[in-house]
Nanobody, 126 residues
Framework: QVQLVESGGGLVQAGGSLRLSCVAS????????IGWFRQAPGKEREFVAA????????YSADSVKGRFTISRDNAENTVFLQMNSLKPDDTAVYYC???????????????????WGQGTQVTVSS
């Protein structure tokens, strides 16, 4: 059974920073691609960033490039999302997701991920 637990969300002013963590209870964590998605009220769930198991391949949405950085610590079964220069438009529930069989073209699409965390709220005030 795969479990993902996010933490690190909160309320921050525009221009501030937060660091989200996703701890995975996966026996073979190294084999999984981990993605971050977000969903604002009334909107579709959207891709934020993802990282392959070996950390050499990362992906991010255009809306967060240059501001958000994804990284992972395989020894600790943890993926991080460092979010800088936050904007009110970044307000959403942030979810981490995992899958062991993603091809590159599938990475931005939430329907391809098998496992999800419960989400953590990020609120950016103006």
């Amino acid at each position: 059974q795969v479990q993902l637990v996010e933490s690190g969300g909160g309320l921050v002013q525009a221009g501030g920073s937060l660091r989200l963590s996703c701890v995975a209870s996966i026996r073979t964590f190294r084999g999984y691609t981990i993605g971050w998605f977000r969903q604002a009220p009334g909107k579709e769930r959207e891709f934020v960033a993802a990282i392959k198991w070996n950390s050499r391949h990362t992906y991010s949405a255009d809306s967060v490039k240059g501001r958000f950085t994804i990284s992972r610590d395989n020894a600790e079964n943890t993926v991080f999302l460092q979010m800088n220069s936050l904007k009110p438009d970044d307000t959403a529930v942030y979810y981490c997701a995992a899958d062991a069989h993603l091809i590159q073209s599938s990475i931005p699409y939430h329907r391809h991920y098998d496992y999800w965390g419960q989400g953590t709220q990020v609120t950016v005030s103006s």
